[in-house]
């Protein structure tokens, strides 16, 4: 699987976002810095993901497997 990452050049450093994954943008001064803080927007999008759903899931009747996103 291969998402995208966007970056836009703004007055104060970088914008960033992953196109495919709402929720998962963030800024930084630098390039470097905005790929570092997308790299962790990523993960807490993904983390908050999993704690929504095992909020609202009745664990009883649930399956659980890995899933492989291919093109």
């Known amino acids: 699987m291969q998402l995208t990452a966007v970056f836009k050049k703004v007055p ?3 914008v960033a976002f992953v196109e495919e994954l709402p929720g ?3 800024q930084g001064k630098t390039l470097e810095e905005a790929r570092q ?3 962790e927007a990523v993960a807490l999008v993904l ?4 704690l929504l759903a095992n909020e609202t899931l ?3 009747d649930l ?4 899933f492989l996103l291919s093109a």
């Open 12 to 14: 104060k450093g970088y």
């Open 37 to 39: 803080n997308l790299q």
């Open 24 to 26: 998962a943008n963030t």
């Open 47 to 50: 983390e908050a993901n999993r």
């Open 58 to 60: 009745d664990e009883s």
């Open 63 to 66: 399956i659980r497997e890995p």
